[in-house]
C-alpha cells in the first residue's frame, strides 16, 4: 500500500522496529529498493531530497513508488527529505508525496515552531505526515558541507514545546550523528535519547544512519527511534559499482549490463538495513 510516514512508525512503535528511510539518488536504484522490502516483509520509506526530486520528477517518483506499493503488496511511503522551502514542501504534497520534512533546525527556536506549524496545517489537510527537526546533525548531503560549525544536541525540555506546538508526526533529533560520515562511525549519546524519549510522545528520527555502528541499532529502537535514514551508504556502493562496471564496458554495450550491478549492490545493503531494523529478537520484548 502506497502509505504515510504516521501509519508505518505507528506500526513500527506497536510492535518494536525501525523503518529504513532509505535516499534515492536516481530512479534506476528505486525498483530495486522496494523489491529489497518485498523480500523482507518490511515497509520502506524512500526519501528525495528537494533537488532530486526536481530532478527525477515528482510525479515519475510518486508513480513508481504507487504502482510497485500496489503490484509488490509492500507498504511504501514517499517522503521528501530536509526540505527548507515552504514552497518546495507543498510542491511535494500537491504532486502526491505522503510525507515531508521540515527541517527548521538552523532557525531560532520560536521560527522553527512557527515555519512547522504552517507545513503541519497544510500537510495535515492534505493527508501528509510531517518529520520536525530539532538541535542539528552536522555532515556534508550529497557531497555537500551543511553547516555543523555550531553543532547542538536536542534539549528534551524544548523537545517536549516542539511537539506539542507544532503537532508534527516524527521528530529529528540530533544525538551525535552526522549526514554522510562513511569512513568512520559516530558515538551515539544513548543517555540523552533515553532523556528525550521519556518526555516525548512521537516517534523519533535517526539522520546520519551510514555513521551509526550496526551493534547500536537495537539499543536506539529499544528508546523510540521508528524512522532510520540511510543514504550515503548506497550512494558510495551505486557510484563504486558503476566506477567499475563502466570502467570495463564497451561503448556499444547494453547501459543494463552496467547498471544492474550498481543496483544490486544497492538491493544489498537495503536488505542487510532492514534485517537489523525488523528487530525480531526484540519484538517479543515488546509483545510480552
Ligand atoms: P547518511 O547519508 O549519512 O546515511 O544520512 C542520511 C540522512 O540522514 C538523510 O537525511
Known amino acids: 500500500m502506497y502509505t504515510t510516514l504516521k501509519e508505518v512508525t505507528r506500526k513500527a512503535e506497536e510492535l518494536n522496529y525501525t523503518v529504513g528511510a532509505f535516499n534515492a539518488h536516481n530512479l534506476e536504484m528505486l525498483p530495486d529498493m522496494i523489491r529489497a ?92 505526515s510531517v518529520e520536525g527537526e530539532l538541535g542539528t546533525i552536522g555532515g556534508t548531503e550529497e557531497g555537500i558541507h551543511v553547516d555543523d560549525d555550531k553543532k547542538v544536541y536536542t534539549n528534551p525540555k524544548d523537545a517536549v514545546e516542539f511537539v506539542r506546538a507544532t503537532r508534527v508526526d516524527a521528530l529529528a533529533i540530533a544525538i551525535g550523528t552526522n549526514h554522510g560520515q562513511y569512513k568512520s562511525k559516530t558515538e551515539v549519546n544513548i543517555p540523552l535519547l533515553k532523556e528525550i524519549k521519556a518526555v516525548v510522545d512521537v516517534p523519533l528520527v535517526i539522520h546520519g544512519g ?15 527511534i521508528r524512522k532510520f535514514n540511510v543514504g550515503t551508504e548506497l550512494l558510495v556502493a551505486w557510484t563504486k559499482t558503476a566506477k567499475e562496471t563502466f570502467a570495463e564496458t564497451k561503448e556499444n554495450k547494453s547501459l543494463r549490463h552496467n547498471i544492474i550491478p550498481c543496483n544490486k549492490a544497492v538491493k544489498e545493503i537495503v536488505k542487510h538495513k532492514i534485517e537489523i531494523f525488523m528487530n525480531k529478537s526484540g519484538h517479543l520484548n515488546k509483545v510480552i
Open 37 to 128: 522490502a518485498k523480500e523482507e516483509g518490511a515497509p520502506i520509506i524512500i526519501q528525495t531530497s528537494v533537488d532530486t526530486a526536481k530532478y527525477i520528477g515528482h510525479e515519475n517518483l510518486v508513480a513508481v513508488c504507487k504502482s510497485m506499493a500496489t503490484k509488490e503488496m509492500v507498504d511504501v511511503v514517499l517522503h521528501l527529505d530536509h526540505a527548507r522551502d515552504f514552497d518546495d514542501i507543498k510542491e511535494a504534497i500537491d504532486k502526491g508525496y505522503t510525507s515531508v520534512m521540515f527541517d527548521g533546525s538552523h532557525l531560532p527556536f520560536k521560527e522553527n515552531i512557527m515555519k512547522t506549524c504552517a507545513v503541519v496545517e497544510y500537510a495535515h489537510k492534505h493527508g501528509v
Open 210 to 224: 551510514t555513521g551509526v555502528k550496526e551493534k547500536d541499532i537495537h539499543e536506539l529502537i529499544d528508546n523510540g
